[in-house]
C-alpha cells in the first residue's frame, strides 16, 4: 500500500511539472511557493509583517498573519517610520479578504504581491505608485474595475494575466509601455490608450 500510495504522489507531482512547463502563462505559477511569513519579519498588532528597507527609513510591508477580514487595509507606518513597498508575493494566495485599501504611502507594488487573490473584488491603487511588478494581481479572478495611478509608466508582464472578470481598465496618461501578457485573458474588449504609450506586446492583450 505504501508503494502504491508513493507511486501516486509521484504521478502527481510529475502532472504538475507538466503543467507548469506546458502553460502559456507558466511563470504565473512561480508565485505559488512565495509570500510566507519567516522569523526575520516583525509583526505589528493586526498580524501585518514587515521588513526594513535598505535605506533604513523605511518598510516594507511582507504579508499578514492576522485574523480573517474582509478589508485588507494596509498600514501607512510601522515602528513610526513609513511603509513605502508592498513586498514580492506579500500577499498571494490571500483569498479571505474581498477588498484591498493601498495608502498613498506605497509607491512600489512587488512581483506577485496579489497574486491567485481570487476573491478579492476592489482594488483602490493610490497616485502615490509609481510601480506595479511582474503578475502583481494576476488571476485575480473577480477584479472587474481598475484605475492604474498617474505616475505609472510601465505595466509589467502579466500584470492583470488571467483577470477573467476585468473589464474596465484607466490608464494614466503618462504611461508608456504594456510589456507581454500584461492583460493576457482578461474581460477587456475596449480600452483608451493614451498617446504616450509608444510600445504595447504582441500578446498584451492575447486571450
Not at 503543467?19 to 522569523?39: F, H, K, M, Q, R
Not at 512600489?108 to 503578475?135: L, M, R
Not at 505609472?152 to 476585468?166: D, M, P, Q, R
Amino acid at each position: 500500500m505504501k508503494n502504491k500510495n508513493k507511486l501516486f504522489l509521484s504521478l502527481v507531482l510529475a502532472l504538475a511539472t507538466l503543467v507548469l512547463s506546458v502553460s502559456p502563462a507558466s511563470d504565473l505559477l512561480t508565485i505559488a511557493t512565495a509570500g510566507e511569513i519567516t522569523e526575520d519579519m516583525e509583526l505589528d498588532e493586526n498580524g501585518f509583517a514587515f521588513l526594513p528597507n535598505e535605506d533604513g527609513e523605511s518598510y516594507s510591508v511582507t504579508g499578514y498573519a492576522g485574523p480573517v477580514i474582509t478589508t485588507l487595509n494596509i498600514p501607512s507606518s510601522f515602528n513610526g517610520k513609513p511603509v513605502n513597498k508592498i513586498g514580492d508575493y506579500a500577499f498571494n494566495f490571500s483569498c479571505t479578504f474581498t477588498k484591498v485599501v493601498i495608502p498613498n504611502s506605497i509607491t512600489y507594488i512587488g512581483n506577485g504581491a496579489f497574486g491567485y487573490c481570487e476573491d478579492v473584488t476592489s482594488i483602490t491603487i493610490p497616485d502615490s505608485v509609481e510601480y506595479i511588478g511582474k503578475s502583481a494581481f494576476a488571476l485575480c479572478t473577480k477584479i472587474n474595475t481598475i484605475v492604474l495611478p498617474k505616475n505609472l509608466k510601465v505595466i509589467e508582464k502579466s500584470t492583470f494575466a488571467e483577470c477573467y472578470s476585468l473589464v474596465r481598465v484607466t490608464l494614466p496618461q503618462n504611461l508608456e509601455r504594456i510589456e507581454s501578457m500584461a492583460f493576457f485573458n482578461t474581460g477587456l474588449y475596449t480600452l483608451n490608450i493614451p498617446d504616450s504609450v509608444y510600445y504595447i506586446a504582441g500578446d498584451a492583450f492575447e486571450y
